[in-house]
């Protein structure tokens, strides 16, 4: 199993410009997150899904749109983007059926960097 | 005022030493409790996972909760090299409905174990 798998690994941006970013996990879980790293801040939720066909905001989305194409991917999408978007972007999956409630798997990470 | 704080250090111990990582938050509705470790340039792992107070030990890692505090700690005896990492606090209410599956994380502590 590959678990959580993100692409592109690095990416450098020019302000404005879009970008997706996609994430996929082969665990069969209901739930995906996408957050966000900065230093000193810890991880920051930005959206997530609960299920397949549902996304809602977290922390800090502003900026940001999600898709949850199907239950294996959740993409995270900059529209317009901007040097304050700088960052390391995590996926998380997770699956509530299991012994460890919340127990949430993450992927290698994006690193965005916004000129 | 952060739900979560924790000291980011960095924390810089030799080889053998105990180390003691530790969490406070605000939040009385928290009752999953769980350790991340991050090495560079990865995405977090898992490391313990406890639910409500009481101390859960792992080979040379022992986790402590206390609600009545609203204090978490890790313990790491006979720290190695291999130990050198970043290590997040994370909380879950899990009150169902929006908040299900929804972990705040504290900032993180970057530890490094010398030779």
């Known amino acids: 199993n590959a678990g959580v798998t993100q692409t592109p690994k690095f990416q450098v941006l020019k302000t404005g410009q879009s970008m997706t970013l996609q994430c996929a996990q082969d665990?069969?879980?209901?739930?995906m997150y996408w957050y966000r790293q900065d230093p000193g801040m810890g991880l920051r939720l930005i959206y997530y899904s609960a299920s397949e066909g549902t996304t809602d905001k977290g922390e800090v989305p502003n900026g940001y749109n999600v898709s949850r194409l199907n239950k294996r991917e959740f993409s995270l999408r900059l529209e317009s983007a901007a040097p304050s978007q700088t960052s390391v972007y995590f996926c998380a999956s997770s699956d509530h059926s299991g012994a460890h409630t919340d127990t949430q798997y993450f992927g290698p990470g994006t690193r965005l960097t916004v000129l | 005022q952060k739900e979560v704080e924790q000291d980011p250090g960095p924390l810089s111990v030799p080889e053998g030493a105990i180390v003691s990582l530790n969490c406070t938050y605000s939040n009385s509705a928290f009752q999953y409790f769980m350790w991340y470790r991050q090495y560079s340039r990865k995405g977090p792992e898992l490391l313990m996972y406890t639910y409500s107070s009481g101390n859960k030990e792992d080979g040379r890692f022992t986790a402590q909760v206390d609600k009545s505090s609203k204090y978490i700690s890790l313990f790491i005896r006979d720290s190695q090299p291999s130990d050198s990492a970043t290590y997040l606090c994370a909380m879950s209410a899990n009150a169902g409905g929006t908040s299900y599956g929804k972990l705040t994380f504290g900032q993180g502590t970057i530890l490094t174990v010398h030779p």
């Open positions: 665990m069969n879980h209901n739930s």
